[in-house]
């Protein structure tokens, strides 16, 4: 019963910066993790960085240093800055949210295109 929107993709240059939204909606449990993955072409899709309702973060290594998440709990948002965006940061980024308990169902937005290119 959750509902997940993403915006904000598009093309950029090497080096150049997008910031992510998702917006949630439905039953929003306030204990929960949300997150970003990310998916190209003929590769299995990946966590890229996750963050739990006390805020507490998890990224993948790749986007260490270059990637921020953040949330905004009372309007159920969560925000994906990415800085220095590379090629191969090119991928159909995916919205997640999962309640922290045993067994939750994950929940997915429909993504965003971001295509980093010259």
């Known amino acids: 019963q959750v509902h997940l929107v993403e915006s904000g993709g598009g093309l950029v240059q090497p080096g150049g910066s997008l910031r992510l939204s998702c917006a949630a909606s439905?039953?929003?449990?306030?204990?929960?993790?949300m997150g970003w993955y990310r998916q190209a072409p003929g590769k299995q899709r990946e966590l890229v960085a996750g963050?739990?309702?006390?805020?507490?973060?998890n990224y993948a290594d790749s986007v260490k240093g270059r990637f921020t998440i953040s949330r905004d709990n009372a309007g159920n948002m969560v925000y994906l800055q990415m800085n220095s965006l590379r090629p191969e940061d090119s991928a159909v980024y995916y919205c997640?949210?999962?309640?922290?308990?045993?067994?939750?169902?994950?929940?997915w937005g429909q993504g965003t295109q971001v295509t980093v290119s010259s």
């Open positions: 963050i739990t309702s006390g805020g507490r973060t």
């Open positions: 439905g039953s929003i449990f306030s204990i929960n993790v």
């Open positions: 997640n949210y999962r309640r922290l308990a045993s067994g939750s169902s994950n929940y």
